[in-house]
């Protein structure tokens, strides 16, 4: 017997039916190896995700950029570059200036790949040829460093991947430092926010515009707290308004690093029992809603620390007012510090809150300034008192307490150095012993 098997061999040698078998798994097993021995880059044309390119131009350099979807990186590249968490970022520098510039890797992402990197990460088995062909492709298709006067490179940069809105910064330097900053958008991730229709909200005789006194006036009027779906319990306080285009506040929340947030989905809520259970981090989990307007909030934006359980979180809603032809956004910004077991909701879990929402509300302003995006700040009333001896609570049961303020944000589509930011003298904040005395301690 021991004869018999030994003769087992993929020549075929051996009893017939045993022979066979073996030729087949052989033949089998070659052309897996032949299968993945074959690499092919994709055709894909450039048409497909230059169509949300953006540009600038500063003096006689053009920048213009894209990032790829995972689907489009597949097409381009042949191998799954998402599985590994990287994106490909299309990258055109056209120079028609008389000097050389070098372009700075690190600027676009600090924790930017090699494309030898790239390549390794997804090397075949048994395949020498093809995995030499697949880093001579990545190494080919990146972006050259060096930009000669009166000339234009393109190529790509690998990032770490944002499925969403994704800031991308170009600094170029030369005899001068050249810098560009795009907010590009990738169609992975199914964000709350992409159904909005700012002008189907209300209609013509709905909106208002109006001046600084009536601004004031009607923001102090906006509700106090959002609700729950049939307005029987008071949600979180509505602390904030952010007043400016959308399309600038949508790029200042990204540029300062908040995430959008995904729509519920059985993928969505997948996702976020994996962060609870297992602690890995979701920077796009769901928010659950609440209700401003009779309807549930426009778009949410989020910031993780390491798990879902532990983040600041915002909600936002257009209001039907108008200031300067500026759109005016009431919103509602906490931290969750952490997760509670509750009957009131379908996963018998919900976050805690930290009770001090007006630290929140003071951390926005901070955020928005950092990425000199805020151009005047004031606060206004609106809100309540609410004190630690009788804080109120949210719809989740959660105590808060709050000096009763509103922050007004006035969001800048062109930068705003700090020293520049105009404090509209509306109404004081208390200081320290003021707000102690207020709250109690």
């Not at 209609?203 to 609700?227: F, K, M, N, Q, S």
């Amino acid at each position: 017997m021991a004869d018999e098997m030994r003769r087992v061999s993929c020549a075929g040698r051996g009893p017939a039916a045993g022979g066979s078998s073996v030729r087949r798994l052989c033949l089998l097993f070659a052309l897996a190896l032949s299968a993945c021995a074959r690499y092919q880059p994709g055709a894909l044309d450039p048409k497909v995700y230059l169509a949300r390119a953006q540009s600038e131009t500063e003096e006689g350099v053009t920048v213009t950029s894209a990032a790829l979807s995972a689907a489009e990186s597949a097409a381009v590249f042949g191998v799954e570059l998402a599985d590994d968490d990287i994106q490909p970022v299309w990258i055109k520098i056209e120079n028609r200036e008389n000097a050389a510039f070098w372009y700075m890797y690190r600027y676009t992402d600090p924790l930017y790949f090699s494309p030898a990197e790239v390549a390794f990460a997804n090397r075949l088995w048994f395949a020498d040829e093809a995995n030499r062909r697949m880093a001579q492709e990545f190494d080919r298709r990146t972006l050259e460093e060096y930009v000669p006067p009166q000339s234009t490179v393109a190529g790509f940069v690998y990032t770490r991947r944002d499925p969403g809105m994704k800031v991308v910064g170009v600094t170029l330097l030369g005899d001068d430092v050249k810098a560009f900053e795009f907010v590009l958008f990738s169609p992975d991730l199914a964000a709350d926010h992409r159904h909005l229709d700012p002008a189907s909200l209300y209609g013509p005789d709905e909106v208002r515009e109006v001046d600084e006194a009536g601004l004031r006036e009607a923001i102090e009027r906006l509700p106090r707290c959002a609700t729950n779906a049939d307005g029987s319990r008071q949600g979180d306080p509505l602390n904030f308004v952010l007043i400016g285009d959308s399309e600038a506040i949508l790029a200042a929340l990204v540029r300062a690093g908040w995430d959008e947030t995904e729509v519920l989905s059985a993928g969505s809520a997948i996702s976020t029992a994996d962060s609870f259970l297992f602690g890995s981090r979701y920077r796009y989990a769901p928010v659950s809603p609440l209700y401003v307007f009779g309807r549930p909030q426009d778009a949410a934006f989020q910031k993780t620390r390491g798990d879902v359980n532990r983040r600041n979180h915002l909600r936002l809603w257009l209001t039907p007012l108008r200031y300067a032809g500026e759109e005016v956004w009431i919103g509602q910004i906490s931290r969750d510090i952490g997760v509670r077991f509750t009957a009131g909701t379908w996963n018998l879990t919900t976050h805690a809150i930290d009770p001090d929402v007006d630290a929140e509300r003071w951390y926005l302003a901070q955020d928005l300034a950092s990425v000199s995006a805020l151009s005047k700040y004031g606060v206004v009333g609106g809100v309540g008192v609410s004190t630690r001896a009788k804080p109120r609570l949210n719809a989740g049961g959660d105590p808060y307490f709050t000096d009763g303020l509103r922050a007004v944000l006035f969001v800048a589509s062109e930068p705003v150095p700090i020293t520049a930011i105009e404090w509209l003298h509306w109404r004081e904040e208390p200081m320290p012993a003021e707000r102690a005395i207020l709250l109690g301690k």
